[in-house]
């Protein structure tokens, strides 16, 4: 079992950058693939990016492509999420989650933290 802190949202203008961040609990965190979802409102859950447990391998929704990084330091049990050229449609409640299969990187997830409001406007 693993549990998951996020941190690191917030209010940012169109064009703004942001750093999301997520604790993992536990011995074995680089056993677990990490992912960053979102949730909007009146939308499903959905995965925006994801890692392997050993970092060579990732996973990006298109629409943040080239703008968002997902990056996980496992000496430290964090995973990151850095968002660039952030838009008013990323804004989101964004939830870190781990999956315990490390080559679920894409999903399915085993494990969710409580999620970080991302809030852009224009």
């Known amino acids: 079992h693993v549990q998951l802190v996020e941190s690191g949202g917030g209010l940012v203008q169109a064009g703004g950058s942001l750093r999301l961040s997520c604790a993992a609990s536990?011995?074995?965190?680089?056993?677990?693939?990490m992912g960053w979802l979102r949730q909007a409102p009146g939308k499903e859950r959905a995965v925006v990016a994801g890692?392997?447990?050993?970092?060579?391998?990732?996973y990006y929704t298109d629409s943040v492509k080239g703008r968002f990084t997902i990056s996980r330091n496992n000496a430290r049990n964090v995973v990151y999420l850095q968002m660039n050229s952030l838009q008013p449609e990323d804004t989101a409640v964004y939830y870190c989650?781990?999956?315990?299969?490390?080559?679920?990187?894409?999903?399915?997830?085993?494990?969710w933290g409580q999620g970080t409001q991302v809030t852009v406007s224009s």
């Open positions: 989650a781990a999956a315990q299969r490390e080559g679920n990187y894409a999903g399915p997830y085993n494990y």
């Open positions: 536990g011995r074995t965190f680089n056993s677990y693939a």
């Open positions: 890692i392997s447990g050993g970092r060579n391998r990732s």
